[in-house]
């Protein structure tokens, strides 16, 4: 007579929660970041070291007409808190994921309990919280060192940094989404950076640039980002098609990625 065998239970392991997942996921992909600084090289440190290097130079602190009144430190410090939101944006965060994708990560990660979505939302905490130290890095420095007043519509700052973040960023995933490895990923971000800092007024100032190119540069997230900081700084809220231009692109590229986005 045989003798029945009670099976053993099954012990359920309670799904970790979805907050839980992103703050691991988080903790993993800073360290990632932190192993590999060229984000923070390049993101955080060379736009800093470009304004003092740019503070030093005899003359730039001096108020002229040239730049509607400003002084070229004045004029730099937007378009340096714009190039590392493009940098990190453009150039760091699109070969990481196209690369996370090349390697198989993404397709891997599909078939456990962690979504891959969480790895996108860690790579974006991650590379929006160096911007927004470098900003306000940059902004401290500018005060303290060179006598730069801090922005006298912080509000209309905050709203401006928080937009031209969402544009950018779904910007880069969009790059991401259709890179089809990481070479594609990397020339694709480079173009659009440079393109991007020209109409930001990297190389000729805003203030220098023809009607003509200021108005297409208005259409630009970064040329409309600039300009919005620049109104802020000035204790203006920004006016004109800055906002609504951040917000489109923030709206059509975060479609356009979620649409496109390959997992693997």
């Excluded at 045989?2 to 691991?24: D, E, H, N, W, Y």
């Excluded at 993404?106 to 456990?112: K, Q």
């Excluded at 519509?153 to 991401?176: E, K, M, Q, R, W």
């Excluded at 990397?186 to 950076?193: Q, T």
């Amino acid at each position: 007579m045989s003798t029945a065998t009670t099976p053993a239970p099954i012990t359920l392991t309670p799904r970790r929660p979805a907050r839980g997942l992103l703050s691991q996921v988080t903790r993993t992909e800073l360290r990632l970041f932190l192993r590999e600084p060229v984000g923070l090289l390049w993101g955080l440190l060379f736009p800093v070291v470009l304004l003092v290097v740019l503070g030093s130079i005899p003359g730039t602190r001096k108020h002229g007409d040239d730049l509607d009144g400003q002084s070229v430190v004045e004029a730099y410090v937007p378009i340096l808190t714009a190039f590392t939101f493009a940098m990190l944006a453009l150039n760091a965060m699109p070969p990481a994921l196209a690369g996370y994708r090349e390697k198989g990560v993404l397709r891997r990660l599909s078939t456990t309990p962690l979504p891959p979505s969480r790895v996108l939302g860690a790579q974006i905490l991650i590379h929006g919280a160096v911007a927004t130290l470098a900003t306000a890095v940059i902004t401290l420095v500018a005060r303290f060192a060179f006598g730069v007043h801090l922005p006298r519509a912080p509000f209309a700052f905050v709203v401006t940094v928080v937009l031209t973040a969402l544009a950018l960023f779904a910007i880069g995933l969009f790059v991401s989404a259709v890179a089809a490895d990481t070479k594609v990923a990397n020339g694709a971000g480079a173009v659009l950076f440079f393109v991007s800092m020209f109409f930001a007024g990297l190389w000729l100032p805003r203030a220098k640039m023809p009607d003509t190119l200021r108005t297409i540069g208005d259409c630009t997230p970064l040329g409309a980002g600039v300009r919005a900081l620049g109104d802020a700084t000035a204790g203006h809220w920004p006016h004109g098609s800055a906002f609504p231009v951040l917000a489109g692109y923030a709206l059509v590229f975060g479609i356009a990625s979620a649409r496109w986005f390959r997992w693997e």
